[in-house]
Protein backbone atom coordinates (compact mmCIF):
# COMPACT_ATOMS: atom_id res chain seq x y z
CA UNK A 1 0.00 0.00 0.00
CA UNK A 2 3.05 2.33 1.17
CA UNK A 3 5.52 1.70 -1.70
CA UNK A 4 7.96 4.42 -2.11
CA UNK A 5 6.46 6.34 0.03
CA UNK A 6 7.36 8.44 3.32
CA UNK A 7 5.57 9.47 6.06
CA UNK A 8 6.72 11.89 9.18
CA UNK A 9 5.62 10.48 12.66
CA UNK A 10 5.45 12.77 15.31
CA UNK A 11 4.54 12.27 19.11
CA UNK A 12 6.31 9.15 19.29
CA UNK A 13 7.41 9.70 23.61
CA UNK A 14 7.92 5.42 23.78
CA UNK A 15 6.78 1.93 22.69
CA UNK A 16 3.30 2.53 23.92
CA UNK A 17 2.53 6.05 21.92
CA UNK A 18 -0.63 5.86 19.79
CA UNK A 19 2.26 7.29 17.05
CA UNK A 20 3.93 4.31 17.37
CA UNK A 21 1.36 1.63 16.83
CA UNK A 22 0.97 4.00 13.46
CA UNK A 23 4.07 3.76 12.56
CA UNK A 24 4.33 -0.17 12.60
CA UNK A 25 1.78 0.09 10.91
CA UNK A 26 2.80 1.99 7.96
CA UNK A 27 6.18 0.10 7.46
CA UNK A 28 4.34 -3.21 7.84
CA UNK A 29 2.29 -1.94 4.70
CA UNK A 30 5.87 -1.32 2.74
CA UNK A 31 6.05 2.77 3.89
CA UNK A 32 9.56 4.41 5.24
CA UNK A 33 9.22 7.01 8.13
CA UNK A 34 10.84 9.62 9.35
CA UNK A 35 10.57 10.02 13.34
CA UNK A 36 10.47 13.51 15.39
CA UNK A 37 10.73 13.34 19.04
CA UNK A 38 10.63 16.21 21.97
CA UNK A 39 14.55 17.14 22.97
CA UNK A 40 16.75 20.08 22.95
CA UNK A 41 17.21 21.86 20.10
CA UNK A 42 19.62 24.28 19.32
CA UNK A 43 17.29 27.29 19.76
CA UNK A 44 15.94 26.41 23.41
CA UNK A 45 17.66 29.17 25.84
CA UNK A 46 17.82 29.70 29.16
CA UNK A 47 16.69 25.96 30.13
CA UNK A 48 16.37 25.29 34.20
CA UNK A 49 18.33 22.10 35.13
CA UNK A 50 15.01 19.85 35.38
CA UNK A 51 13.53 21.06 31.89
CA UNK A 52 16.81 20.09 29.84
CA UNK A 53 16.91 17.10 31.76
CA UNK A 54 13.03 16.21 31.01
CA UNK A 55 14.09 17.28 27.33
CA UNK A 56 17.33 15.23 27.59
CA UNK A 57 15.26 11.76 28.94
CA UNK A 58 12.45 12.19 26.74
CA UNK A 59 14.19 12.46 23.49
CA UNK A 60 16.95 9.55 24.68
CA UNK A 61 13.43 7.12 25.05
CA UNK A 62 12.08 8.36 21.73
CA UNK A 63 15.26 7.63 20.48
CA UNK A 64 16.06 3.71 21.74
CA UNK A 65 12.29 3.07 21.34
CA UNK A 66 12.50 4.19 17.73
CA UNK A 67 15.41 2.36 17.02
CA UNK A 68 14.29 -0.71 18.95
CA UNK A 69 10.39 -1.23 17.98
CA UNK A 70 10.78 0.53 13.99
CA UNK A 71 14.90 -0.81 12.88
CA UNK A 72 18.26 0.91 13.83
CA UNK A 73 17.93 2.64 10.08
CA UNK A 74 14.48 4.89 11.02
CA UNK A 75 16.02 8.55 10.91
CA UNK A 76 15.04 10.73 14.13
CA UNK A 77 15.02 14.19 14.25
CA UNK A 78 14.49 16.55 17.74
CA UNK A 79 11.11 18.35 16.87
CA UNK A 80 9.99 21.28 19.45
CA UNK A 81 6.66 22.44 18.20
CA UNK A 82 6.90 25.82 20.47
CA UNK A 83 10.10 26.83 18.70
CA UNK A 84 8.96 27.90 15.14
CA UNK A 85 13.17 27.94 14.88
CA UNK A 86 12.98 24.07 15.87
CA UNK A 87 10.23 23.62 12.74
CA UNK A 88 12.31 25.31 10.64
CA UNK A 89 15.37 23.01 11.57
CA UNK A 90 13.60 19.92 10.52
CA UNK A 91 12.32 21.20 7.58
CA UNK A 92 15.96 22.37 6.28
CA UNK A 93 17.27 19.13 7.36
CA UNK A 94 14.88 17.34 5.17
CA UNK A 95 15.73 19.81 2.28
CA UNK A 96 19.21 19.09 2.36
CA UNK A 97 18.85 15.90 2.09
CA UNK A 98 16.18 16.21 -0.57
CA UNK A 99 13.67 14.36 1.38
CA UNK A 100 10.16 15.29 0.44
CA UNK A 101 7.32 13.11 2.07
CA UNK A 102 3.74 11.66 1.65
CA UNK A 103 2.41 12.87 4.50
CA UNK A 104 1.97 13.33 8.38
CA UNK A 105 0.72 12.23 11.39
CA UNK A 106 0.32 15.01 14.33
CA UNK A 107 0.56 13.15 17.47
CA UNK A 108 0.90 16.02 19.77
CA UNK A 109 -0.83 16.96 22.73
CA UNK A 110 0.13 19.11 25.88
CA UNK A 111 -1.96 20.91 29.25
CA UNK A 112 -0.24 21.62 32.07
CA UNK A 113 -3.40 22.53 33.27
CA UNK A 114 -3.79 18.82 34.19
CA UNK A 115 -1.24 17.50 36.94
CA UNK A 116 -1.47 14.26 38.95
CA UNK A 117 -4.46 13.56 36.71
CA UNK A 118 -6.08 16.79 38.51
CA UNK A 119 -8.03 18.88 36.01
CA UNK A 120 -7.80 22.75 36.67
CA UNK A 121 -11.19 24.21 36.72
CA UNK A 122 -11.52 26.15 33.63
CA UNK A 123 -12.32 29.80 35.17
CA UNK A 124 -9.01 29.18 36.86
CA UNK A 125 -7.30 28.62 33.95
CA UNK A 126 -4.71 31.33 32.69
CA UNK A 127 -4.31 32.94 29.57
CA UNK A 128 -0.89 31.55 29.03
CA UNK A 129 -2.06 28.28 30.31
CA UNK A 130 -4.69 28.36 27.66
CA UNK A 131 -2.46 29.55 24.96
CA UNK A 132 0.22 26.97 25.59
CA UNK A 133 -2.04 24.51 25.29
CA UNK A 134 -3.53 25.90 21.66
CA UNK A 135 0.14 26.54 20.52
CA UNK A 136 1.42 23.13 21.10
CA UNK A 137 -1.59 20.95 20.74
CA UNK A 138 -3.82 22.47 18.05
CA UNK A 139 -2.24 25.64 16.12
CA UNK A 140 1.26 23.29 15.61
CA UNK A 141 -0.32 21.34 13.24
CA UNK A 142 -0.62 24.94 11.14
CA UNK A 143 3.05 25.95 11.75
CA UNK A 144 4.42 22.26 10.81
CA UNK A 145 1.91 22.09 7.83
CA UNK A 146 3.37 25.59 6.33
CA UNK A 147 6.68 24.63 7.19
CA UNK A 148 6.77 21.69 5.57
CA UNK A 149 4.65 23.25 2.69
CA UNK A 150 7.31 26.47 2.81
CA UNK A 151 10.16 24.17 1.98
CA UNK A 152 8.36 22.77 -0.56
CA UNK A 153 8.66 19.17 1.61
CA UNK A 154 4.93 17.91 0.94
CA UNK A 155 4.16 15.70 -2.45
CA UNK A 156 1.16 16.50 -4.33
CA UNK A 157 -1.75 14.31 -2.59
CA UNK A 158 -0.01 13.82 0.52
CA UNK A 159 -2.27 12.92 3.33
CA UNK A 160 -2.36 14.85 6.74
CA UNK A 161 -3.96 13.20 10.32
CA UNK A 162 -4.39 14.26 13.49
CA UNK A 163 -5.54 12.66 16.45
CA UNK A 164 -8.24 13.82 19.06
CA UNK A 165 -11.25 12.70 21.48
CA UNK A 166 -14.70 13.16 22.12
CA UNK A 167 -14.17 15.63 24.76
CA UNK A 168 -13.55 17.85 21.41
CA UNK A 169 -17.58 18.12 21.04
CA UNK A 170 -19.29 17.24 24.23
CA UNK A 171 -18.18 16.48 28.39
CA UNK A 172 -17.50 13.30 28.87
CA UNK A 173 -16.46 10.55 31.80
CA UNK A 174 -13.46 12.89 32.10
CA UNK A 175 -13.15 16.60 32.72
CA UNK A 176 -10.36 17.61 30.55
CA UNK A 177 -11.74 21.29 29.51
CA UNK A 178 -8.58 23.02 28.82
CA UNK A 179 -7.15 20.31 26.42
CA UNK A 180 -10.60 20.02 25.31
CA UNK A 181 -10.91 23.58 23.94
CA UNK A 182 -7.73 22.67 21.96
CA UNK A 183 -9.03 19.58 20.76
CA UNK A 184 -12.23 21.79 19.14
CA UNK A 185 -9.64 23.99 17.39
CA UNK A 186 -7.13 21.13 16.17
CA UNK A 187 -10.35 19.72 14.48
CA UNK A 188 -11.74 22.81 12.86
CA UNK A 189 -8.26 23.32 11.77
CA UNK A 190 -8.83 19.88 10.28
CA UNK A 191 -11.37 21.13 8.43
CA UNK A 192 -9.82 24.66 7.04
CA UNK A 193 -6.69 23.06 6.40
CA UNK A 194 -8.23 20.50 4.53
CA UNK A 195 -10.11 22.93 1.94
CA UNK A 196 -7.14 25.21 1.62
CA UNK A 197 -4.60 22.30 1.05
CA UNK A 198 -7.33 20.23 -1.20
CA UNK A 199 -7.94 22.70 -3.35
CA UNK A 200 -4.27 23.98 -4.20
CA UNK A 201 -2.36 20.56 -4.27
CA UNK A 202 -5.17 17.67 -3.94
CA UNK A 203 -3.65 17.17 -0.01
CA UNK A 204 -5.90 15.76 2.55
CA UNK A 205 -6.42 16.52 6.08
CA UNK A 206 -8.17 14.39 8.40
CA UNK A 207 -8.52 13.77 12.03
CA UNK A 208 -9.53 10.68 14.29
CA UNK A 209 -10.96 10.76 17.61
CA UNK A 210 -10.00 8.10 19.79
CA UNK A 211 -11.27 6.00 22.61
CA UNK A 212 -9.77 6.84 26.35
CA UNK A 213 -5.97 4.65 26.67
CA UNK A 214 -4.08 4.55 29.69
CA UNK A 215 -0.99 2.77 27.70
CA UNK A 216 0.54 6.21 27.05
CA UNK A 217 2.83 8.80 28.68
CA UNK A 218 -0.30 11.23 28.14
CA UNK A 219 -2.61 8.83 28.86
CA UNK A 220 -1.33 7.68 32.58
CA UNK A 221 -1.21 11.53 33.12
CA UNK A 222 -4.46 12.16 32.49
CA UNK A 223 -7.01 9.34 32.56
CA UNK A 224 -8.29 7.85 36.14
CA UNK A 225 -8.51 3.69 35.81
CA UNK A 226 -12.27 4.64 36.14
CA UNK A 227 -12.61 6.73 33.09
CA UNK A 228 -11.12 4.31 30.34
CA UNK A 229 -13.84 1.16 32.37
CA UNK A 230 -17.22 3.57 32.30
CA UNK A 231 -15.65 4.43 28.21
CA UNK A 232 -15.58 0.28 27.89
CA UNK A 233 -19.19 -0.37 29.28
CA UNK A 234 -20.98 2.49 27.50
CA UNK A 235 -19.01 1.86 23.90
CA UNK A 236 -21.33 -1.15 22.05
CA UNK A 237 -17.72 -2.71 21.51
CA UNK A 238 -15.99 -1.42 23.97
CA UNK A 239 -13.08 0.87 23.92
CA UNK A 240 -11.09 0.64 20.89
CA UNK A 241 -7.34 -0.77 20.92
CA UNK A 242 -4.38 1.36 19.70
CA UNK A 243 -4.26 -1.11 16.63
CA UNK A 244 -7.50 -0.13 15.69
CA UNK A 245 -6.70 3.52 15.77
CA UNK A 246 -3.57 2.05 13.28
CA UNK A 247 -5.65 0.46 11.19
CA UNK A 248 -7.91 3.48 10.68
CA UNK A 249 -4.97 6.14 10.27
CA UNK A 250 -3.41 4.22 7.44
CA UNK A 251 -6.39 4.17 5.70
CA UNK A 252 -6.45 8.00 5.73
CA UNK A 253 -3.35 8.27 5.32
CA UNK A 254 -2.92 5.89 1.73
CA UNK A 255 -2.14 7.90 -1.28
CA UNK A 256 -5.27 6.87 -3.33
CA UNK A 257 -7.90 7.56 -1.08
CA UNK A 258 -10.04 10.28 -1.84
CA UNK A 259 -11.06 11.19 1.92
CA UNK A 260 -10.89 14.97 3.21
CA UNK A 261 -11.90 16.85 6.86
CA UNK A 262 -13.31 13.72 7.95
CA UNK A 263 -13.11 13.53 12.19
CA UNK A 264 -13.05 9.84 12.40
CA UNK A 265 -14.21 8.09 15.42
CA UNK A 266 -12.60 4.70 16.30
CA UNK A 267 -13.73 4.50 19.68
CA UNK A 268 -15.89 1.13 19.95
CA UNK A 269 -19.16 3.28 19.10
CA UNK A 270 -18.73 5.39 22.32
CA UNK A 271 -20.00 8.46 20.13
CA UNK A 272 -23.44 7.52 19.60
CA UNK A 273 -24.43 6.89 22.94
CA UNK A 274 -26.88 9.02 24.43
N1 LIG B 1 -4.11 8.44 25.38
C1 LIG B 1 -5.37 8.71 25.07
O1 LIG B 1 -6.31 8.34 25.79
C2 LIG B 1 -5.70 9.44 23.79
C3 LIG B 1 -6.99 9.32 23.25
C4 LIG B 1 -7.30 10.00 22.08
C5 LIG B 1 -6.35 10.83 21.50
N2 LIG B 1 -5.10 10.94 22.06
C6 LIG B 1 -4.15 11.84 21.39
O2 LIG B 1 -3.14 11.06 20.77
C7 LIG B 1 -1.95 11.84 20.66
C8 LIG B 1 -0.78 11.03 21.18
O3 LIG B 1 -0.97 10.78 22.55
P1 LIG B 1 -0.52 9.42 23.26
O4 LIG B 1 -1.67 8.95 24.07
O5 LIG B 1 0.11 8.49 22.30
O6 LIG B 1 0.55 9.95 24.35
P2 LIG B 1 2.14 10.19 24.27
O7 LIG B 1 2.49 10.78 25.58
O8 LIG B 1 2.82 8.95 23.87
O9 LIG B 1 2.28 11.27 23.09
C9 LIG B 1 2.17 12.66 23.27
C10 LIG B 1 3.35 13.25 22.53
O10 LIG B 1 3.31 14.68 22.47
C11 LIG B 1 4.66 15.09 22.45
N3 LIG B 1 4.83 16.52 22.73
C12 LIG B 1 4.38 17.24 23.80
N4 LIG B 1 4.80 18.51 23.71
C13 LIG B 1 5.51 18.62 22.56
C14 LIG B 1 6.20 19.67 21.91
N5 LIG B 1 6.29 20.90 22.46
N6 LIG B 1 6.82 19.43 20.72
C15 LIG B 1 6.78 18.21 20.17
N7 LIG B 1 6.15 17.14 20.74
C16 LIG B 1 5.53 17.35 21.93
C17 LIG B 1 5.30 14.23 23.53
O11 LIG B 1 6.71 14.25 23.45
C18 LIG B 1 4.70 12.88 23.18
O12 LIG B 1 5.51 12.20 22.26
C19 LIG B 1 -2.22 13.14 21.42
O13 LIG B 1 -2.66 14.13 20.51
C20 LIG B 1 -3.38 12.74 22.33
O14 LIG B 1 -4.17 13.85 22.74
C21 LIG B 1 -4.75 10.25 23.18
Known amino acids: MFEGKTYIITGIADKHSLAMYVAKEIIRNRGNVICTGLGVSAHHQNLSENALNFLNKSY ?3 ESSVKEELGEDIETYVLDVTLDE ?3 DFSEALKTKHQTVDGLLHAIAMDKTIRNKE ?3 LLEVTFNEFCDTM ?3 AFSLVTLVSSLKHHDLLNNGSSICSLSYIAAQKVTFHPYRNISIAKAALERITIELADELGRKNGIRVNCVRFSPYLGSKAGT ?5 SDVE ?6 PLGNALPQDLAYEVTHLLRPDARITGEIRHVDGGYNIVG
Not at 221 to 225: D, G, H, I, P, R
Not at 230 to 235: C, D, F, Q, V
Open 60 to 62: ELF
Open 119 to 121: VKP
Open 135 to 137: HVS
Open 230 to 235: HAEHKS
Open 221 to 225: ATLNT
Open 86 to 88: SIN
